[in-house]
């Protein structure tokens, strides 16, 4: 693929009469649009089912829904362009449409691994302080929103139209493959949509878990324990980490195939890998489709456990 520098992007117009010859994309589109029908509808009950129950003050109820919006706008967002994407094949969208979409593609979801990423260092903080800091979990929001916008802003500027075939009759929107800012850009996006996330998740949040497990079994953990669903009780605690850790397994699962694939095979060489490629794509963007049903489980136990004896 050749940039072509010379052209003015701006007042580019494609040839809809082009004799351009454009493959099926019937099965991605199906798939996409089922996962944008259940996510939306699952993120939407549960944003109903999180107003219904919603406790002012609750830090699990304030992270689960911002991370319930970002998935849902995200979702939309991302899958939205994607069938328009493989309806079309090719760029139709015009210069700056091109870069408005490439910016904020990818930012409900960024803003919604960051945020994941904030709920285990509140987890670990707040076991080990026996505290809950309000101000902490607006920082963490502020931070996730302003990292997302800083990966919009570098997208915005470093995507581009790139002119293929031999008279320059298509378009396709990326960063141009042979500047010198291609391969950095994508070690950044990598590093803050998924990489950072895991990072904190593995150092803040298993420990979480296993400084919960310590005061759990001390002599203390009956004179902290208390029946009004506070934040900083023990009990409700372990319910909060179980629930940030399933999400922290269910990311892995989804995210990690597609980021360790799309690195090591790089360009796709053969048509397996090209379906390979496309599947884990879609596994990841099922991620967002899942948060729900994990609430769905962890929300069905904590009512069974209600009548029965407390704790995680």
């Not at 649009?33 to 109903?48: D, P, Q």
Request: hydrophobic letters at 45%.
């Amino acid at each position: 693929m050749d940039m072509d520098y010379g052209n003015n992007f701006t007042d580019y117009t494609y040839d809809y009469d082009s004799d351009l010859t454009t493959p099926s994309n019937t099965t991605e589109i199906v798939v996409s649009s089922v996962l944008l029908y259940i996510g939306v509808c699952t993120n939407i009950w549960m944003i109903r089912s999180l107003y219904k129950s919603w406790k002012t003050g609750n830090r699990m109820y304030f992270y689960l829904l911002v991370i319930c919006i970002a998935d849902g706008l995200g979702l939309c967002i991302r899958s939205g362009i994607s069938i328009g994407s493989y309806a079309t094949v090719f760029w139709k969208g015009g210069y700056y449409g091109c870069k408005i979409v490439s910016g904020f593609q990818m930012f409900g979801p960024t803003v919604s691994h960051l945020i994941l990423a904030g709920f285990n260092i509140d987890n670990l903080f707040t076991i080990t302080c026996s505290r809950s800091i309000k101000a902490l979990r607006i920082v963490f929001l502020l931070c996730s929103l302003v990292v997302s916008f800083i990966m919009c802003g570098l997208k915005f500027y470093y995507y581009r139209l790139v002119a293929i075939g031999q008279i320059r009759e298509a378009y396709f929107c990326v960063v141009d493959p042979e500047a010198s800012i291609s391969l950095l850009l994508s070690l950044v996006d990598v590093a803050v949509y998924f990489l950072l996330p895991l990072l904190i998740m593995i150092l803040l949040g298993l420990p979480s878990l296993f400084v919960w497990c310590y005061k759990k079994g001390t002599i203390a953990y009956k004179k902290m324990t208390r029946d009004d669903g506070s934040c900083t009780d023990l009990q409700f605690l372990g319910r909060d980490i179980g629930i940030v850790l399933a999400y922290d397994v269910v990311f892995f699962l989804c995210c990690a195939p597609f980021v360790v694939f799309s690195w090591g095979v790089g360009s796709f060489h053969t048509w397996n890998s090209f379906i390979v490629y496309t599947a884990l794509l879609f596994l990841e963007t099922a991620n967002a489709c899942l948060n729900p049903f994990i609430y769905a489980i962890f929300n069905c136990i904590g009512r069974r456990r209600e009548t029965s004896s407390p704790g995680l």
